[in-house]
């Protein structure tokens, strides 16, 4: 006769165990102690076996005889219950050790061991243990492509719509990799494409005349915050590389001798090494960054403890204190203002201006053509809107 709750709660400790039937080899054992579980009992290949299938209350009547039926489809399907069982206590364990954070810590190793640029390091981990850390204690098996939404809806509200892009990238990566690692199977971003707002790439503001940039650039000399921060602004101004490149230029980056800065294809935002040809200003304000923090790892050190370099915002914001609007230019605009500066000085060919600002070109043959035709007249170019930028700022104010 089949068991009822009643008999269930009722049952009671006795001087010895025993077990009250439920039907189809399914019982509840009473303990000496008074604890109860539900077992089954079942032969595999002619030998009995007892199966524990959970502890009362935990697992009420109901659910236990689902469990019942599990283990006698097992049976019908030629498999053993209680090796089934150790297989599924196993992969339980070994998901909840393979979290998606661990993994992610993981991946982040990786990338240091395949060199990868500090920048793109300190990004990935930013964007992994920092916007992505709700799913970070997930077993990475367990983790739909809802959680993953989840995550980059918060991201995303929050204004940062590039970042919620980075982010999905950035997340499926870590799944690629646990894939390729044999701990998951499928990479649930691959269908949140389409999923998010698509980024639309805003300009820069930029002060576009020779008289406005020379303003700035007197503020930028009067300024008296973090002397690594000052002198970024200034190779910013000089060079006109992209922001991230110029806060993290490396001393292994530089060639003094030749008055030459090569932005490896790490960092560069074409793929590809970038040769900076350096004035003589640029020079002055690179040898006074060694007299002030020596030569070893980043030229523009970050003030905060415990950072390496200057912090993605720190130039604008430097910007801001000195009075210059967010409207009106940052230092990405510094591109913009050179090569509406360069070009309209009719001094150079706009092929060397555009090899400059290392804007790709679509053919190949002549990118590789244009960089050597060019860099005699790049260096002239170079030095040339360096002695411009002194004079307009030495130009006196009206």
């Known amino acids: 006769m089949a068991l009822t709750d009643v008999q269930i709660r009722n049952a009671k400790k006795s001087e010895k165990p025993y077990k009250l039937p439920d039907g189809k080899g399914l019982y509840l054992y009473v303990s000496t102690a008074g604890g109860k579980s539900w077992r089954i009992d079942y032969a595999y290949f002619g030998k009995r076996k007892t199966l524990t299938l959970g502890a009362y209350p935990a697992l009420g009547l109901a659910d236990a005889r689902t469990r019942r039926d599990d ?22 364990k070994a998901a909840a050790g393979n979290s998606f954070g661990l993994i992610a810590d993981e991946f982040i190793a990786k990338l240091r061991r395949d060199k990868r640029a500090e920048p793109t390091i300190d990004k990935n981990t930013w964007m992994l243990k920092v916007l992505a850390k709700k799913i970070s204690p997930y077993p990475i098996t367990q983790i739909s492509a809802k959680d993953v939404l989840d995550v980059l809806n918060v991201i995303e509200k929050s204004g940062r719509v590039e970042s919620a892009l980075a982010t999905r990238s950035a997340i499926g ?9 044999a701990r998951a199977e499928n990479d649930p971003t691959s269908a949140l494409r389409g999923a998010l707002q698509r980024h639309v790439p805003v300009s820069h503001p930029a002060l576009t005349t020779r008289k406005e940039v020379g303003g700035v650039m007197r503020a930028i000399y009067g300024y008296r915050g973090w002397p690594s921060l000052r002198a970024a602004l200034k190779i910013q101004a000089l060079c006109f590389a992209r922001p991230g490149e110029t806060r993290s230029m490396e001393w292994s980056e530089l060639d003094l001798k030749n008055a030459t800065w090569t932005i490896p294809a790490t960092k560069a935002k074409m793929r590809r090494d970038h040769h900076v040809p350096l004035s003589r200003q640029a020079l002055q304000i690179i040898e006074e960054m060694k007299e002030v923090f020596g030569d070893n ?16 915002n720190s130039m604008n914001s430097a910007l801001r204190r000195m009075g210059v609007d967010a409207t009106e230019h940052t230092a990405h605009g510094f591109r913009s203002s050179a ?19 290392a804007h790709l070109d679509v053919s190949k043959v002549r990118r590789v053509y244009n960089r050597a035709k060019y860099w005699d007249e790049r260096v002239r170019m170079m030095q040339w809107w360096a002695d411009m930028l002194d004079e307009e700022r030495s130009r006196k104010v009206e």
């Open 173 to 181: 990566r870590v799944f690629r990799f646990a894939i390729a690692t």
């Open 339 to 357: 090569s509406s500066i360069l070009n309209e000085s009719g001094e150079f060919k706009t092929d060397a201006i555009e090899a400059q600002l």
């Open 297 to 312: 790892g980043y030229v523009f050190p970050s003030m905060m403890s415990g950072k390496k370099l200057l912090s993605e």
């Open 71 to 92: 283990v006698k489809k097992k049976l019908s399907e030629g498999l053993d219950p209680s090796l089934a069982k150790k297989r599924e206590q196993l992969a339980a």
